[in-house]
């Protein structure tokens, strides 16, 4: 999908995606038997790291096979399960773009070699 036929911007998927995530906290009332997002935080941090884990082997399996598909697929679940650990630390996607947009423009190399100092 390219940027032309996105629905919304990134952002305000992101943003919603995360309101909802937010409602299957365990203190919001989530329920583990209609929604994966609330089983998965009502299991605690272990169970959403170790699927981020699994996603992150999935899409560098997804990139060695060179699938355009199976990249965007796993990519997403990644994402995805990232999304449920900053709704479990109470963070969110903004605060990760935020931190893109102060880092956009900012070499990489100068950005590690600054680290160093
Ligand atoms: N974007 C997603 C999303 N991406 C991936 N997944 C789920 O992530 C799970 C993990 O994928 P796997 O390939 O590892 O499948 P699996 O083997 O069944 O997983 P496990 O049982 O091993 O954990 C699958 O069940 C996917 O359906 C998602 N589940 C939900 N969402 C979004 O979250 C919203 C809320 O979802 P619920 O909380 O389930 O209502 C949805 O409306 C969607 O917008």
Known sequence: MTQANLPAPAADILARLADVLETRRPQAGGDS???YTAKLLARGPDAFLKKIGEEATELVMAAKDGVPERIVSETADLWFHCLV????YGLRPEDVLAELARREGMSGLEEKAARKQ
Do not use: R
């Open 33 to 35: 038997q209609t929604s």
């Open 85 to 88: 650990a900053l709704t479990h």
